[in-house]
């Protein structure tokens, strides 16, 4: 069955250092989020690709977040430097179109920044 | 901004009651809703709805959509203490991104 893969699975950093995380969408999925899940919450968007584009980064906090799809398939989320309230499970969701499609999840990477 | 509300936000229940979890939203261009179930890993895909009224079942989860009172519930029957979740709603507006409430933690006493 096809899936949305992730990795790292758990990263931990220092603060200030660079870290990233990768995702590769379900094949044939044109439409890609990140999103960043605090424990006890759910999950909030970050950013939202349609192909190789940003269609919503409007929550992504630009002055250490970045992410990119350059090929309109993976995706790469930066965060530098990190800080201790980035500490947090970052999941990536695909679907095939957004619209009227359901989006399936990753199993996440969770970061804990010290 | 899009919104979406939960309740309860926690419920304990015996194993073979059934539950009704409930979601209300405030959306521009509304699109669809969606819940998911998320034990402690990523969230799995339960129903999407997009019309009123219609159903949509699989096993002892059922779900139905109100457009007009902007609501959805979410019933488990005769629960598991598999069913033990959190479970989120989100609805998609229209950006298409999906905007998630906060989760119903759902935990079944044997």
């Known amino acids: 069955e096809a899936e949305v893969a992730q990795s790292p699975r758990y990263k931990i950093t220092e603060k200030s250092q660079a870290v990233a995380f990768w995702c590769d969408p379900i094949s044939g999925h044109a439409t890609l989020y990140w999103y960043r899940q605090i424990l006890g919450q759910g999950p909030e968007l970050l950013v939202q690709?349609?192909?190789?584009?940003?269609?919503?980064d409007s929550q992504l906090p630009k002055d250490r977040f970045s992410a990119e799809r350059l090929k309109g398939v993976d995706s790469t989320l930066k965060i530098q430097p990190a800080e201790l309230g980035d500490s947090a499970m970052y999941l990536c969701?695909?679907?095939?179109?957004?619209?009227?499609?359901?989006?399936?999840f990753g199993q996440g990477t969770r970061l804990t920044v010290v | 901004e899009d919104k979406v509300v939960q309740s309860p936000l926690s419920l304990v229940v015996h194993e073979g009651d059934t539950v009704t979890l409930n979601c209300s939203y405030e959306?521009?261009?509304?699109?669809?809703l969606l819940w998911y179930k998320q034990e402690k890993k990523a969230p799995t895909f339960l129903f999407m709805l997009t019309s009123s009224g219609i159903e949509k079942k699989s096993g002892r989860l059922s779900s139905i959509l109100d457009k007009k009172e902007l609501f959805s519930i979410l019933n488990i029957t005769a629960t598991q203490t598999g069913d033990s979740a959190v479970y989120l709603c989100?609805?998609?507006?229209?950006?298409?991104?999906?905007?998630f409430g906060k989760g119903t933690h759902l935990i079944i006493q044997p």
């Open positions: 690709f349609q192909d190789e584009s940003v269609v919503d």
């Open positions: 959306v521009t261009n509304f699109r669809s």
């Open positions: 969701a695909s679907s095939y179109r957004a619209r009227d499609t359901e989006a399936f």
């Open positions: 989100a609805d998609r507006g229209g950006a298409d991104g999906l905007t």
